[in-house]
């Protein structure tokens, strides 16, 4: 009986996700979440024909050292700067993400954390469960935030979060303006209420700023004391991209000395950890890396990350073709060859 083909899975998943990879393979999966060292990745990848892997697992041309059989890795997320895809490809070894299926999801999230930071729902919050709201004599000025409706959206990256971020803010009655690497088509800035502007003119226009693009080399503190100083004092900066797109050193001095009204952020330079000037702030909203975690959007990037997984290894009705190829060349030369 010919064994199965094995697959290893970097962290803990839906066991019924787990089920459909082990109807088809040999299936090793971590119970427990945890970050794997280069040592630690390349020995799991010696010796498995596939991978599943999140964003904490940097898998680059060491990693791949002596993984001969490895032919597909799956991320599990959008974002796949922890992927080398030059080491991948010249390894033969497909790489896979799950885009469109955490959009709304996202785009839910980005809006929580702006309406949560103009109205300083996390420092209130704060307040009241320390037990001062009792005896506090609070004032009809106290706990002023900014109002968000009828204010000027403004959208760093239009892609699939930035379009339906900027979707939501028509119910807002808000003016959405945009800057992006290239324009939108007509029919989608009508769709989204939005005008293209410059990057200098959003940051100087925007009373609410979102971060929706790609993490690069170029797009490394695309946020940081320049760009910051020509905002407004009473803006809002928003973060769902990547962390190290900000300079979060130069965001908590902006917050500190008022020259930014507030933030909230759900990405973060050098993550897990956090800069330490931005937990001191009260004028700043802090989640961990969570915008995608509705159970319906995480379920959905597992089965897709498996649909890759499945397709890559020959398996299923699509078979050879996986739904979501970052490095389709691989594709084109396996087919090739065969």
């Known amino acids: 009986m010919t064994a199965k083909p094995k697959v290893w899975v970097s962290r803990p998943l839906f066991p019924d996700v787990l089920a459909r990879l082990a109807e088809h393979f040999d299936v090793q999966a971590e119970a427990i979440e945890r970050k794997h060292g280069p040592d630690e990745l390349k020995a799991r990848l010696a010796d498995v024909d596939g991978a599943l892997v999140g964003l904490a697992d940097r898998v680059d041309a060491s990693v791949l050292e002596g993984a001969r059989r490895l032919k597909v890795v799956a991320n599990l997320g959008v974002g796949h700067n922890n992927l080398d895809l030059d080491a991948l490809t010249r390894a033969g ?32 919050e704060r307040w009241l469960r320390a037990g001062q709201w009792p005896g506090s004599n609070m004032r009809f000025d106290d ?17 699939r979060i930035g379009q339906g971020i900027a979707r939501r803010g028509f119910g807002f009655d808000m003016r959405v303006l945009y800057h992006n690497r290239t ?26 700023l979102v971060l929706v693009l790609p ?17 407004k004092r009473s803006a809002v900066l928003v973060n769902v991209a990547r962390g190290g797109i900000v300079d ?30 931005l937990l001191s702030l009260e004028n ?55």
């Open 215 to 231: 993490f690069t080399p170029e797009n490394r503190h695309a946020i940081g004391a320049l760009e910051l100083s020509r905002m």
């Open 284 to 338: 700043v909203v802090l989640s961990p890396h969570i915008a995608s975690a509705s159970e319906e959007t995480r379920r959905a990037m597992a089965n897709l990350a498996v649909d890759n997984v499945i397709a890559a290894l020959g398996f299923g009705e699509s078979a050879g073709k996986p739904p979501t190829p970052l490095n389709p060349a691989v594709l084109s030369r396996a087919t090739s060859k065969a």
């Open 93 to 124: 070894v497909l790489a896979s993400n799950t885009p469109e299926v955490l959009t709304e999801s996202v785009a839910d999230f980005a809006w929580a954390l702006m309406l949560a930071a103009a109205r300083r729902v996390g420092a209130a």
């Open 183 to 208: 324009r939108l088509p007509e029919a989608v800035e009508r769709e989204c209420h939005a005008a293209l502007v410059s990057r200098d003119e959003l940051l100087r226009q925007a009373d609410f």
């Open 248 to 277: 979060d050193a130069a965001l908590a001095a902006a917050l500190r000395s008022g020259q930014l009204a507030a933030a909230g952020l759900d990405v973060f330079e050098g993550e897990p950890s956090v800069h330490p000037d």
């Open 143 to 159: 706990w002023l935030g900014l109002d968000v409706h009828g204010r000027t959206l403004g959208i760093l990256g239009m892609g």
